[in-house]
């Protein structure tokens, strides 16, 4: 089982209008309503690639029930921690003309420290039946910088994988706890190493400097150039086929859901991060944030190039 932590869970509302204007009356085209937050943008591609994902994080309020209604039908088991305070929502505007999105990400409930430790509780009875974790995004108001730290030592005293795919304070804490995964992007490898990485070369040696220090996999988006992974094997680059990307929001984290199967059925590094930069790619194929088709997969899996940098 692949359990997914959503701490700060949300009702993704995706708009598509046509010809987006600033302070102007806009006619929305399409509107969509999804569980979001990138924990649950990791557990649906999962889930359509044949795992089986409890998802958990907070919940609260209307909002709460909804998101959880939601996950029913799309095979995902729930086993959130429940808060009375509204979850929250955020906003995804497409336009179709201009083909650019723009986000808008509300901050969520305030969690209390007694609140923490009950969801920490829970946390470890569901650690227990998972073989991989995956903890993905932000935190709500309350927590800080060692809340992640925690869950991932947790996790590690349980003897289990566990992915962290975040950002700032939150990972540079976080991988202190030596998680078995992270995909920082090019920012964050910036932000952790304190180096430019002007080049692939320098990229690649900051990686490394972060594998060094007990992180096991570093794997590094390049966008649409694709991705590296420094890991005990080796060094790899993925490179993935030109596409029509139709929404890029949740490539990421359907990227590790493919590393989070991948290391559960313990597939060599190649065959995880082709897969994984497959579904990645698919995703991106659809509007639906955290969605893909297998067929999709499948044409796309052939034309993604995996190299062996350095062994």
Request: negative net charge.
């Amino acid at each position: 089982m692949i359990l997914t932590v959503t701490l700060n869970a949300a009702i993704d509302k995706r708009y598509v209008v046509h010809g987006f204007q600033e302070g102007e009356v806009n006619r929305v085209a399409e509107c969509t309503y999804t569980p979001g937050g990138k924990g649950l943008n990791v557990s649906k591609p999962a889930v359509i690639a044949g795992g089986q994902v409890v998802a958990t994080g907070f919940l609260g309020g209307h909002a709460g029930q909804y998101i959880e209604t939601a996950l029913k039908p799309l095979g995902i088991t729930s086993a959130f921690y429940h808060l009375e305070n509204e979850s929250r929502t955020c906003i995804n505007i497409w336009d179709g003309k201009k083909e650019i999105q723009t986000e808008f990400l509300e901050p969520g409930f305030l969690v209390k420290e007694d609140e923490f430790q009950g969801f920490l509780k829970l946390f470890q009875t569901l650690i227990n039946d998972a073989e991989v974790v995956a903890i993905s995004g932000s935190v709500p108001k309350g927590l800080d910088g060692t809340a992640y730290q925690t869950m991932v030592r947790l996790v590690k005293e349980a003897g289990k994988k566990v992915i962290l795919d975040t950002s700032g304070n939150l990972l540079k804490m976080g991988i202190l706890a030596c998680p078995t995964m992270i995909k920082p992007n090019l920012d964050e490898i910036r932000m952790l190493t304190g180096n430019n990485c002007d080049s692939l070369d320098d990229m690649v040696e900051a990686a490394k400097k972060i594998h060094s220090q007990g992180v096991e996999i570093v794997a590094v988006s390049l966008g649409a150039e694709g991705s590296f992974v420094v890991c005990d094997s080796g060094v790899y680059r993925a490179r993935v086929p030109k596409i029509h990307a139709v929404n890029t929001v949740g490539c990421g984290d359907s990227m590790i859901a493919g590393f989070a199967l991948g290391l559960k059925e313990n597939l060599p590094m190649e065959e995880i991060l082709k897969k994984a930069s497959a579904i990645s790619a698919a995703s991106a194929l659809r509007e639906e944030t955290g969605y893909f088709r297998m067929e999709d997969m499948e044409k796309l899996l052939p034309e993604i190039t995996i190299t062996r940098l350095e062994e």
